[in-house]
């Protein structure tokens, strides 16, 4: 049998992106248009800049004898593996992806998708969050995504509001204080 029909070794498995976090059966894959830009703009990057570029190193260091010994041949495909994974993956999302304006909501005070909301624990700290769509949130830019128990609790609340937030260490109410949507872009 032709190599080319093998399974790889148990590391290289399809699986195809343990960083990102797998849609809810039945959900949609929501994305705002910046975050679904970033994701187009990685993909045809990976396609017409890194992948080419990996190929032919992998090309050149292929012609140069003993692979089981060749650095740069194992690394080159062991990239390449890397590279075509992430195109699948990013081909997979985007093609099931919901792009949604957060812009549409301006000046509204109901949480949607695509929010800035600022709100208030019991103590009186307050936390401002995005909510965005799983594969472009950031938690560390304050950015959660819709699916997290965070906007789960704030979806569809309005300034003022009290909602309940399940947390490990049980429920804790939380005061809506303000909600932002970007300005629509001029056309």
């Avoid at 699986?15 to 929501?30: E, F, I, K, T």
């Avoid at 992948?51 to 012609?63: D, F, G, I, L, M």
């Avoid at 699948?88 to 549409?104: G, M, N, Q, Y």
């Avoid at 997290?148 to 003022?160: F, H, T």
Wanted: cysteine-free; charged content about 30%; proline content about 6%.
């Amino acid at each position: 049998m032709s190599k080319a029909f093998t399974k790889e070794a148990d590391g290289d498995d399809d699986d195809d992106a343990p960083a990102m976090p797998a849609l809810p059966a039945g959900a949609r894959n929501y994305i705002t248009p910046g975050g679904y830009q970033r994701l187009r703009q990685e993909l045809m990057s990976l396609l017409d800049v890194e992948r080419p570029k990996v190929v032919e190193t992998v090309s050149w260091a292929a012609k140069n004898g003993d692979r089981s010994e060749n650095g740069d041949y194992l690394y080159g495909k062991k990239r390449l593996r890397e590279i075509d994974r992430r195109i699948r993956f990013l081909t997979k999302r985007l093609d099931i992806a919901e792009v949604a304006d957060p812009s549409l909501h301006h000046g509204n005070d109901q949480v949607y998708f695509g929010a800035t909301v600022t709100y208030a624990n019991a103590r009186g700290e307050q936390r401002t969050v995005t909510i965005k769509g799983i594969d472009e949130s950031d938690s560390l830019a304050g950015e959660v995504s819709w699916i997290s128990p965070i906007a789960r609790a704030l979806l569809k609340a309005r300034e003022g509001d009290e909602v309940p937030l399940v947390t490990p260490g049980g429920v804790e109410r939380i005061e809506v204080v303000a909600v932002e949507y970007p300005a629509p872009r001029a056309v």
